[in-house]
């Protein structure tokens, strides 16, 4: 069954610490996305993807680097870390998204708390 | 740029009763809609899309039209039960960029 993972899934850090946010797809999928979700706010896309080495920005990337190593991994850097992003991190994934597809499916989500 | 509008939550209603949601959208595209739900704990999963005017979507007895005139996606359902309380997203897909573009959400709590 089609899957996306994602670990941690709950980190704490200090206010100028570094943490990564790792996602994984089992889904054989192109697209992969990585969301932040505040209350008031809904889903907020940070970065996402349309393949291994490619990086598109979203609509709230500031404080935000991502990666894609491979078709299966995405990863999420947050260098200097603030309060500011203390939030609930989703990853997603589609396939070809052309047309009338595009379903997106969701990680479990990672709690962030900066301190 | 697109945007989505929803019903502001949170939304608080008896078993039984039945449940609007609203949605509107802009765009200058011919999206796909979709609406999403997100149970407690858990990440979004879609309920149901509709990538056509004038057609109507439906799952766990949920539904949706597809208004391309008034530019809106309505959610429905005639009798709601406990475990429909969830966070619901409306969704429309900008086609350009690749990207879904999300509305608020609305917090929808049932009570017994």
């Known amino acids: 069954e089609a899957a996306v993972t994602q670990s941690p899934r709950n980190k704490v850090t200090v206010t100028g610490g570094n943490v990564t946010l790792s996602c994984r797809q089992t889904?054989?999928?192109?697209?992969m996305y990585w969301y932040r979700q505040d209350t008031g706010h809904g889903l907020r896309l940070i970065h996402y993807?349309?393949?291994?080495?490619?990086?598109q920005i979203g609509d709230v990337p500031d404080g935000y680097k991502a990666t894609r190593t491979t078709q299966e991994d995405f990863f999420l850097l947050l260098e200097l870390a603030s309060p500011s992003q203390t939030s609930l991190y989703f990853c997603?994934?589609?396939?070809?998204?052309?047309?009338?597809?595009?379903?997106?499916?969701f990680g479990p989500g990672t709690r962030l708390t900066v301190l | 740029g697109d945007s989505v509008t929803q019903t502001e939550g949170p939304v608080t209603l008896s078993e039984g009763t039945s449940l609007t949601v609203n949605c509107s959208y802009e765009?200058?595209?011919?999206?796909?809609l979709f609406w999403y739900v997100q149970y407690p704990g858990e990440g979004p999963q879609l309920l149901f899309k509709?990538?056509?005017?004038?057609e109507k979507g439906s799952n766990r007895g949920f539904e949706a039209t597809y208004n391309k005139e008034a530019t809106s996606f309505h959610l429905q359902k005639a009798s709601v039960q406990e475990s429909d309380s969830a966070v619901y997203y409306c969704?429309?897909?900008?086609?350009?960029?690749?990207?879904?573009?999300f509305g608020q959400g609305t917090k929808l709590s049932i009570k017994p």
């Open positions: 969704a429309l897909m900008n086609y350009n960029q690749g990207k879904l573009i």
């Open positions: 765009t200058k595209q011919y999206p796909t």
């Open positions: 509709v990538p056509k005017a004038n």
């Open positions: 997603a994934s589609s396939g070809d998204w052309g047309g009338n597809y595009a379903e997106q499916f």
């Open positions: 993807s349309y393949g291994a080495g490619n990086l």
């Open positions: 889904n054989s999928h192109n697209y």
